[in-house]
């Protein structure tokens, strides 16, 4: 990969999985030292295995984004491990059960919310805290297409979704002075285990291909190479956006 990230320090959370794992092998491969941030530890183990088998640095930090107590020591753990945080990218994320707006469950709205819109807000602190000290630093969350289009039957994520957006713009604005970039990408339809397994038995492939412009399912790695650019120097220019990495699916709805 061109981007050089040599020598800064990454923290990517979901990289357990998914868009997150690519995203944490890209960040290796553009020469950073990784910060593999997830609840699910084996899947993490299995990510940090990875890198390291392609002769990267990276370890993992148990973090449960949900939780302030969990994402503040993550974070600071991440700092005393490796002496700085140059790039974040908030991604874990969850669903929920697709289900009607009009008996969705109250608890599970709250959970998404939580996960979701909550956690990003929350490593959105405490990386602010440490990029704000060090007068630098690259942030990208992980929004989605259901930041822009609606979701029918997925209420809590359409709003958290939306939201993130929202957040992003505000930290952009607030610290772009103190040297600070603040993005979000927006995917399409991805081949994860998100799509694989969080709509029931679907076509994943087929119905990536309804939906994209390209008539093909997008890849994980195709939105972790966005992520990485948009934490190097090449972005400098680039601040506030949430940027579909969708392969035409919003310009075509
Ligand atoms: P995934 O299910 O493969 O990975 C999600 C990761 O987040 C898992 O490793 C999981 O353990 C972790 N996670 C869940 N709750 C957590 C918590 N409380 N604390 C820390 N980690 C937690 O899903 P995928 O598809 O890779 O999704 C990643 C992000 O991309 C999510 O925010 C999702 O909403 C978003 N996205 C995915 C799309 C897709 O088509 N797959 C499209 C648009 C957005």
């Known amino acids: 990969m061109a981007a050089d990230l040599a020598g800064k320090v990454a923290f990517v959370t979901g990289a357990a999985s998914g868009i997150g794992r690519q995203s944490a092998l890209a960040f290796a491969a553009a020469g950073a030292k990784v910060a593999v941030a997830d609840i699910a530890e084996e899947g993490a183990a299995e990510t940090v295995k990875l890198i390291q088998g392609k002769g990267g640095e990276a370890r993992f930090f148990r973090c449960d984004v949900a939780d302030t107590n969990s994402v503040q020591a993550a974070i600071k753990s991440v700092v005393d491990a490796y002496g700085s945080l ?9 669903l929920g059960t697709p289900g009607d ?8 709205f709250d959970r998404v919310i939580r ?9 959105m602190k405490y990386e602010l805290q440490v990029m704000k000290r060090q007068g630098r630093g690259a942030i990208v969350n992980t929004a989605s297409v259901a930041a822009i289009l609606a979701s029918p039957g997925l209420p809590s994520y359409n709003a958290s979704k939306h939201a993130v957006v ?12 103190a040297g600070i970039r603040v ?3 927006c995917p399409g339809f991805i081949d994860t285990p998100m799509t694989r397994h969080g709509f029931g038995p679907i076509d994943v492939e087929a119905r990536g291909a309804e939906l994209h412009a390209t008539g093909k399912v997008g890849k994980p790695e195709e939105v972790a190479a966005v992520v990485v650019w948009l934490c190097t120097d090449a972005a400098s220019l680039v601040t506030g956006v949430a940027l579909p990495v969708d392969a035409g699916w919003t310009i075509t709805t």
Do not use: Q, R, W
């Not at 707006?101 to 599970?108: G, I, K, Q, R, V």
């Not at 996960?115 to 490593?123: A, D, E, K, P, Q």
């Not at 929202?166 to 002075?177: C, D, E, I, N, Q």
């Open 86 to 94: 140059d790039c974040a990218h908030n991604n874990a994320g969850i």
């Open 166 to 177: 929202g957040l992003t713009k505000s930290a952009a604005v607030g610290y772009a002075k």
């Open 115 to 123: 996960i979701n819109l909550t956690g990003v807000f929350l490593c």
């Open 101 to 108: 707006f009009d008996s969705y469950d109250e608890a599970l």
């Open 183 to 185: 993005n979000a990408v």
